[in-house]
């Protein structure tokens, strides 16, 4: 069975940083596309950053910079690291799985919080 | 970046009701796109992949349709766990969502 649970959310204050963990479980990260997709509180889903199995990296233009996306395949996890975080970036962070090479994301964790606030 | 547009943002309708939600492109993404199911507190749910796929699982009262830029979700006789938020997805360059669609009970 495939699972995503995302841990790492946290209250933080603005400038500092957080890294996001996701295990995944029932298949390979390293053999799968994936992504982080967020959601501001009582807002719309926004794609934050994309993994692809050869090593590509991608970014929405708010976190360029600042974000970091990695995976570790020996733990079958994907990260995110969030560096000088902001007041807008205060949202429910999920993993999703991408279904082959496309950007239809099948599989989500339930998320985490991250709260951005002084 | 290509800009998702839904409509309505809410509705309310009952059980047993044809419901229509409709999401435009900003350029063409051929049939590209995909529906969510959002509950409160919970991850989306895929229900319709490539405007007309659907997803395994999900049932038959979903349907979709569209090509271009026009596209609809239809859900073909309400049920009680339908009531939630729906949206719609563009998989044909970098992925952005629509709006999302808030369906109440009347």
């Known amino acids: 069975e495939v699972q995503l649970v995302e841990s790492g959310g946290d209250l933080v204050q603005p400038g500092g940083s957080l890294r996001l963990s996701c295990a995944a479980s029932?298949?390979?990260?390293?053999?799968?596309?994936m992504s982080w997709v967020r959601q501001a509180p009582g807002k719309g889903l926004e794609w934050v950053s994309a993994?692809?199995?050869?090593?590509?990296?991608y970014y929405a233009d708010s976190v360029k910079g600042r974000f970091t996306i990695s995976r570790d395949t020996s733990e079958n996890t994907l990260y995110l690291q969030m560096n000088s975080l902001r007041a807008d970036d205060t949202a429910v962070y999920y993993c999703a799985r991408q279904i082959g090479r496309s950007t239809t994301f099948d599989y989500w964790g339930q998320g985490t919080l991250v709260t951005v606030s002084s | 970046d290509i800009q998702m547009t839904q409509s309505p943002s809410s509705l309310s309708a009952s059980v047993g009701d044809r419901v229509t939600i409709t999401c435009r492109a900003s350029q063409s993404i051929s049939s590209a796109l995909n529906w969510y199911q959002q509950k409160p507190g919970k991850p989306p749910n895929l229900l319709i992949y490539?405007?007309?796929s659907l997803q395994s699982g999900v049932p038959s009262r979903f349907s979709g349709s569209g090509s271009g830029r026009d596209f609809t979700l239809t859900i073909s006789g309400l049920q009680p766990e339908d009531f939630a938020s729906y949206y719609c997805q563009q998989s044909y360059t970098t992925p952005t969502f629509g709006g999302g669609t808030k369906v109440e009970i009347k």
């Open positions: 029932g298949f390979t990260v390293s053999s799968s596309y």
């Open positions: 993994f692809y199995s050869g090593g590509t990296t």
């Open positions: 490539a405007a007309s």
